[in-house]
Nanobody, 119 residues
């Protein structure tokens, strides 16, 4: 059974930093990419950052430079370093894994971890 366990969320002041981590277990397929998406109340889920197994990264608009995504392929983990946090970054952050079987593209989501940026 595939399971994505997220950690690192919490309350931080504006300008502060947090590091999110996601560990995937039960993976029996080839992982194409891992990443993070976020969803604020009343808004749609949006891309934060993704990283492929080969290390190619993709960031949401206006996030590159503040957020940095990294991964450990051997451990099937992905991390998101978030710096210079703003109140608008407040959201539930979801870990995402995309994989491939011979004939099927698979997508999995973690349960989410809350990030709150407030004074």
């Amino acid at each position: 059974q595939v399971q994505l366990v997220e950690s690192g969320g919490g309350l931080v002041q504006p300008g502060g930093s947090l590091r999110l981590s996601c560990a995937a277990s039960g993976i029996i397929f080839s992982i194409n990419s891992m990443g993070w998406y976020r969803q604020a109340p009343g808004k749609e889920r949006e891309l934060v950052a993704t990283i492929t197994r080969g290390g190619s990264t993709n960031y949401g608009d206006s996030l590159k430079g503040r957020f940095t995504i990294s991964r450990d392929n051997a451990k099937n983990t992905v991390s998101l370093q978030m710096n210079s946090l703003k109140p608008e970054d407040t959201a539930v952050y979801y870990c995402n894994v995309e994989g491939l079987t011979t004939t099927t593209r698979l997508i999995y989501w973690g349960q989410g971890t809350q990030v709150t940026v407030s004074s």
